[in-house]
């Protein structure tokens, strides 16, 4: 992953997944939409494309240097998919489970 928001610029996270059982197919387009939490802000495929995106069944990017209103620090973001099947969510990282690192905003 790279893990550094740059405030100002358009330098994206890039978060890489490897998935198995239910989602080794179709992986993160197995979802409908897919949220993103950092710090407070709440990013969506579908009501924030242009911040949030599915780039590929495995890459998640995420481009918030020029609009975040993150303080500088580490932050540890929650990424939840839905879907039909996954109505309520399906957690993909956060504190209960940690699969990503810190995202740094300087």
């Known amino acids: ?3 550094v928001i740059v ?6 996270v890039v978060m890489t997944f490897a998935f198995t059982g239910d989602f080794a197919a179709s992986g993160l387009n197995t979802f409908t939409s897919i949220q993103l939490v950092i710090g ?3 990013y969506t495929t ?3 494309p242009d911040n949030l995106s599915i780039e590929s069944d495995t890459e998640l990017r995420l481009k ?3 609009t975040t209103a ?3 620090g580490n932050y540890l ?3 939840t998919g839905f879907s039909l099947t996954y109505n ?3 957690m993909l990282s956060g504190q209960c489970k940690p699969i990503l690192g810190n995202i740094k905003v300087c």
């Not at 405030?7 to 994206?12: H, V």
Request: aromatic share 4%; no cysteine.
């Open 46 to 48: 579908d009501g924030t």
């Open 7 to 12: 405030k100002g610029l358009d330098n994206p």
């Open 64 to 66: 918030i240097g020029d």
């Open 70 to 72: 993150l303080a500088a």
């Open 40 to 42: 407070g802000e709440t």
């Open 88 to 90: 309520d969510g399906f």
């Open 1 to 3: 992953m790279q893990n």
């Open 77 to 79: 973001p929650t990424i």
